[in-house]
Structures are given as structure tokens and as C-alpha cells.
């Protein structure tokens, strides 16, 4: 993968948003880590062999592309790969499945920054009966903190990427624990303020 580092400009552009789309929207991202590409965009942008906004404009766009591509490859040939080695019984998928039917659009935010997961979560997604619509906004939320956050790392450690690029694992489930934290926490806000909507309803009117 490291690979990369090796260009500069519109090749380097084009690699990062060709490994990004290829991890999630065509599901092989059991053998194309998006993640290492996108830290290594920034850690060319540290060098200046490619600008840090345009790198940043790139990683989202084709972080938020990929999962819609997948999504929509899960609609139309969903069935047939399923059918079909490495995803065929494999524990991993059936895990993805089950937590998207339990939990919808959190599980697709949450398993973006979780590698194998993120791989198969859209096509995923796109077979189940979580609908475009609620898929949308998690998608694009996770798709920019994801890219912003990895390409921002390697901005930010330049030269000393490969020592980023031997945590990376540890990197992934750090953000998942806020992720998730955060998603605890809104859904404890919201429940408080049903349950003290439905008091307010219960209660008698006054005079």
C-alpha cells in the first residue's frame, strides 16, 4: 500500500478515492485497506506533494461514494455474492447482518471505522430493509468523520506514518467507543424526553 507515497498530484488523488471506493462500494476490502490510503494521502500533503484541502475534498467524496455504490451493488447482486467465497457463511458478515437488523443506521456509522466490517456494510445495508433514506444522512456523517479524521492523521504525523500505520486497529476501535458513547448518550436524551412528553400528556388539564 505504501506504494503511494512514491507519487505526487493528481496521481496520488486519484489512488487515494480509487482504493477508498474499491474498499466499500465493490466489497473487496478484505484485500484493499481504505484507511492506510487515505492516512497516506495526508502524510503527502504534509510533504506538500499534494494540497491538504484538495486531499481532504477527495478522501470525503469518495468516502461517502463508496458506501453508496455498495449500497446499491447490495440491491442488485446482494444475493449472488453472498452465495459466493469469502462472504459465504463467513462469521463476519453474518455479525454485520445481524447488528444492522438490530440497529439500522447506528450500525452503519459505527462500522465504518471498523475495517472488515466496513468492507461489507453497505452491500449489506442495501440488502436489508434499512431504506435509502435513513441510510443517507449516517452515511454521510460517518463518511466525512472517517476521511477527516484519517486524512488529518497523516497530516499530521508526516514522516512517522508507520508507526500510525501499525495501530491503525487501535485508532479504529478508539473512534468506535466515542462513536458509540455518542450514540448512547443521544438515544438516553431522546428516551428522557419521550417519557417526559408522555407525563405532560398524562397529566390532567388544568382549570
Known amino acids: 500500500m505504501t506504494f503511494i507515497t512514491h507519487y505526487h498530484g493528481l496521481a496520488v488523488y486519484l489512488l487515494v478515492a480509487g482504493l ?3 474498499e466499500s462500494g465493490f466489497v473487496i476490502g478484505f484485500f484493499v485497506p481504505g484507511e492506510i490510503a487515505v492516512v497516506l494521502g495526508g502524510v503527502l500533503a504534509n510533504e506538500h506533494r499534494v494540497n491538504l484541502v484538495a486531499m481532504l475534498l477527495v478522501a470525503n467524496a469518495a468516502a461517502v461514494a463508496a458506501f453508496f455504490i455498495g449500497y446499491l451493488v447490495g440491491q442488485l ?3 449472488w455474492l453472498l452465495a459466493r467465497k469469502p462472504l459465504r457463511r463467513n462469521l463476519a458478515v453474518e455479525r454485520t447482518r445481524q447488528l444492522l437488523a438490530r440497529r439500522g443506521g447506528p450500525a452503519v456509522l459505527v462500522g465504518r471505522f471498523i475495517a472488515v466490517v466496513r468492507a461489507i456494510i453497505p452491500a449489506l445495508a442495501g440488502l436489508s430493509d434499512i431504506s435509502f433514506r435513513t441510510f ?3 452515511t454521510v456523517v460517518g463518511g466525512v ?3 477527516t479524521l484519517y486524512t488529518l492523521v497523516g497530516y499530521a504525523v508526516g ?3 508507520h508507526h500510525v500505520l501499525s495501530t491503525i486497529g487501535v485508532w479504529s476501535y478508539a473512534v468506535v ?3 458509540v458513547v ?3 448518550a443521544n438515544h438516553l436524551r431522546l428516551r428522557a424526553r419521550h417519557r417526559r412528553e408522555a ?7 388544568g382549570d
Do not use: T
Request: charged share 15%; net charge neutral; glycine share 10%.
Open 136 to 138: 443517507v444522512p449516517y
Open 145 to 147: 468523520v472517517w476521511a
Open 177 to 179: 467507543g466515542v462513536v
Open 77 to 79: 447482486v446482494g444475493p
Open 159 to 161: 514522516k512517522g506514518y
Open 20 to 22: 477508498v471506493i474499491a
Open 182 to 184: 455518542a450514540l448512547v
Open 199 to 205: 407525563l405532560e400528556r398524562s397529566e390532567p388539564a
